[in-house]
């Protein structure tokens, strides 16, 4: 038989005699045979009994934890393991799809996370966020302002202090949810930035696992719409979109990271007429900005935008007199920001195909790096609950096709509605899978 990866011929002799004479195989060659597994299966040898549950956790021998043998096998290989967008949280589990094998898959986070704290009633207060094995969780409202950060692999977590601007008694009423950008730096640290967007003036924050304390980024910073909750960081600047439902004006703001110099990149106006093709006919509308976002995709920073058309006239010729065409239709466009070292422009969009999205639904946006998703929720207006996501669509980023993904399978343990909550990034649990939050 041919050797596995990193086994010589003695090893894998070794082994078939333990198994044919029935003798226990010593924990050394189980976990080098655990660490060949990918995840999430590998996930499963936890559960296995306490003393392997011991060698994922930090809380059980932290000392011993940071040069453990086990663990950097396992990290090692982790390369190989999927990564996962559209990505939603309910309660303490995981629910990811998984583009290369087109399959979802559902996880139960470490047990040791309280994913389950105390929360809003109003889920579009709470906002989950990734960077590798570690998740963000951002909880708002009128008394409390909370930010956990934990591993799911191997249940370290804390509750972070809160950026004074943002405690209750500063931040005032009617403020917008703040923009949260989470990612993880080197092997063992992570960042996490918060946009603040007041009423009259925004102030940005960063924190630091390595100085573990918030400090201020830029302050003053004019509002003149909303903020996106999609943010970029790449090559040492956080990017920004801010945008005008009014005026149909997007704006893209590039920020040096670490001070305070921010510069507004590039404007987009969402052009006032538009011509499409619906159910065969041509017909002519209005458009209006619903949402915006930006997203990295490869090296490419990418602006989408959900408008919604007004349409108000037919151009072909029909011979069915009683056809109307719908009286508004939605569409996604996704553009590509090019820079220069003089100058910033967006090229020409691709634009989502009719029919394909749904009004009166909200939308949220996410990317696995080569691909855009866009996800589609219904939302009870008395509990201001996410449901289920209905329809969930993808956007190839260098092929520019547009294709519909089939939404996450039912599980029979969960409630019959679910209270999903969209993350605002991927998860991939091989990126650095020990780091401790």
Known sequence: MDSPEGWDGEEIHEVQGMLESGVMIPERVMEKIFCSITFPYIWKVLLLSRRWAVKFSTAFQPSKYLHDSFREAVTSSSHRWPLYAPVFVHQNRIVGYDAKSRQWLTLIAHPFIPLQFPMSRATENRLVAFAGSLICVVQKDKLDFKILVGNVMNGSWKLLTTPTVLEPSKRGHGLNVPVVRFHAVGSDGYKI?????????SEAYLWDSKTPVWHKTFKNFRRHGFFSRHSVFFSGYTYYVMFSKESSVVKLIKCKTEDENWSSLVTLSIEADETLVVDGMTVCGRCKLLEAGVFLCGIHIMLVAMVEIDVVGIL???????????SKVLQVRVYRLKQTQTAATLVTPSKSPPGMFVRGMRTTFITDGE???VSQFSISSATLKWSEPRTIHKFDVYQRTWTRIASPPRVPSFPEVLELTPALSAFEPGLNPFTIA
């Open 371 to 373: 691909s855009i998703y």
């Open 316 to 326: 072909s010729a029909t011979n069915d007199d009683t056809y109307k065409p719908p």
């Open 193 to 201: 930035s918060i946009l603040n967007p007041g009423l009259e003036t």
